[in-house]
């Protein structure tokens, strides 16, 4: 029986950040790739911190980049709802089920109960920075008896519970990632467990729901390496068994800094809306810390499935390199079908103004071209605004150098003059013709090669370069082909 179980455990506290996205994936990855299960939990312990609607977005930005989880938490018809056996998968529902553990912790001396006030705490920690020590509880609650402070408790004193972690006692653990790791209890704190609203820490909640919900590797962000002592410690009080720990890379910017929203797009949402294609994103995200054995860089989900261990997972942080990233994105946008393409610019393209509804069913045909024309070129789909714009634009300004160099001349002029005639007498210029176009042009002007298509290009798109001069043709049509060159002759010398 293969029992892997694995968890993605989010705080909803806002958005789902970019790095939170490559952790519910490398949970979804090594889940799937041998068989386990992978739950969602939500870490709402911290209810200051709760944001209204982030579970919801949170599901979402999972739903849209294809990462699936077996049980926990779910959006159904616009509900919350949960899923398995393990539950409630939401902390805040879980309350009772700590604050047995925690006394279980008393009961046993791996924990105490703390009285100490927010003044006294404040004055040891400035103290402790003054003297250049890294601040830390003084301990002077661990020797109150466990009587009096029951006594103290059942007064209404107001207190907390910490652990209380044995003196310079080394612990020890694995990470698949970090390899060996080495922690005396003297560098860490006697962690608050329970606050004193009732609510537990996010440490005690973590290693009782680990626990319960039978999770065997912990997979998360490196931000939460110092913490795992403790959460070892706690195992090793409780007498469990004890998961599997990885710790993965932060996710970095160019200049190897943690990605924040000052720096730019973080969220999933940023992305989506940017015009991202969820294959594009998860496949670069996939990359950032990891690579495959053959280091191929443009992977299905599957083939990532296929592929994924932690030991080809880097130890230090993964660059998010925003240019990789359009690289990838720019693939998927070529490669996916243009139904699908169509289906995500057409909304673009009409908030810009350039077509309605009823246009674009109308003008299927056509604009099925448009967008085939652009594509090659997109990193994201919203860019489709941008590059079609020459076939929109009333008035259109011309690279200066192109203008110079094919149109303010001789050649241009005669080429004009008969491409505003032929254009005006001609069939109606269809993607089959448009060639024929071009030709009866340099039959009638003796001009040839790049003296023939560069004014033309430069006259119809103001650009010397860009896509394919058949497409520009039919998507221009007679009537704005005669236009532009027309313009031309009014303004050239
Ligand atoms: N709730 C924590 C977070 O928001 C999860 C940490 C963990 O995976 O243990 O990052």
Redesign the pocket.
């Known amino acids: 029986m293969n029992d892997i179980r694995v968890r993605f455990?989010?705080?909803p506290t806002g958005y789902l950040h970019i790095g939170g996205l490559r952790t519910a994936l490398y949970n979804y990855l090594f889940a799937k790739k041998n068989g386990g299960k992978f739950v969602l939990r939500i870490?709402d312990t911290d209810q200051t911190r709760f944001v209204e609607g982030a579970i919801e977005n949170l599901i979402d930005s999972l739903h849209w980049a294809g990462i699936q989880y077996d049980e926990g938490v779910f959006v159904e018809d616009g509900k919350i709802v949960e899923k398995g056996d393990f539950g409630p998968y939401v902390q805040s529902k879980r309350l009772n089920i700590y604050r047995k553990y925690v006394d279980e912790l008393i009961e046993k001396g791996h924990a105490y109960y703390c009285f100490c006030s927010k003044e006294r705490l404040d004055a040891i920690r400035d103290e402790q920075k003054m003297k250049g020590m890294v601040p830390k509880y003084d301990g002077f609650c661990r020797n109150v008896s466990i009587e009096d402070a029951k006594k103290r408790v059942a007064a209404g004193e107001d207190h907390v519970v910490r652990l209380k972690l044995p003196h310079n006692k080394d612990i020890h653990f694995h990470d698949l990632v970090r390899g060996d790791i080495t922690i005396n209890t003297n560098d860490i704190d006697d962690q608050v467990l329970l606050k004193s609203d009732g609510f537990p820490t996010?440490h005690m909640a973590?290693v009782v729901d680990d626990h319960l919900m039978g999770i065997t590797h912990?997979v998360?962000?490196e931000e939460?390496l110092p913490s795992t002592p403790k959460h070892i410690y706690m195992y090793e009080a409780f007498g469990w068994e004890k998961p599997t720990y990885v710790h993965l890379p932060t996710v970095l910017n160019k200049e190897r800094k943690k990605l924040s929203k000052r720096h730019g797009d973080v969220s999933v949402d940023d992305f989506k809306t940017k015009g991202y294609l969820p294959e594009g994103l998860v496949n670069y995200l996939a990359l950032v810390g990891w690579s495959p054995d053959g280091n191929e860089e443009i992977l299905t989900m599957e083939e990532m499935v296929e592929k994924f261990t932690f030991d080809r997972v880097s130890k230090t942080g993964g660059i998010f390199d925003k240019d990789k990233l359009d690289w990838v994105n720019s693939h998927y946008i070529k490669s996916e079908s243009l139904e699908r393409i169509k289906g995500m610019t057409l909304p673009y393209l009409i908030e810009a103004g350039y077509m309605d509804e009823t246009f674009a069913k109308e003008n299927s045909g056509w604009v099925d071209v448009l967008i085939e024309t652009v594509r090659e070129g997109l990193s994201t789909v919203t860019e489709v605004v941008d590059k079609v714009q020459f076939v929109f634009e009333e008035d259109l300004l011309y690279e200066s150098d192109a203008y110079d160099e094919f149109l303010n001349n001789e050649n241009g002029r005669i080429l004009m003059e008969s491409i505003v005639k032929e254009a005006k007498e001609s069939e109606e210029i269809t993607m089959d013709n448009a060639k024929d176009f071009m030709k009866k042009i340099q039959k009638n002007t003796g001009i040839k090669g790049k003296n023939l298509f560069m004014p033309t290009r430069v006259a119809l798109t103001g650009s010397a370069h860009g896509p394919e001069l058949v497409n520009v043709l039919y998507l221009l049509g007679n009537d704005k082909i005669a236009e532009r060159a027309q313009k031309v002759l009014d303004i050239i010398d």
């Open positions: 455990a989010p705080s870490e996010y973590v912990i998360r962000g939460w």
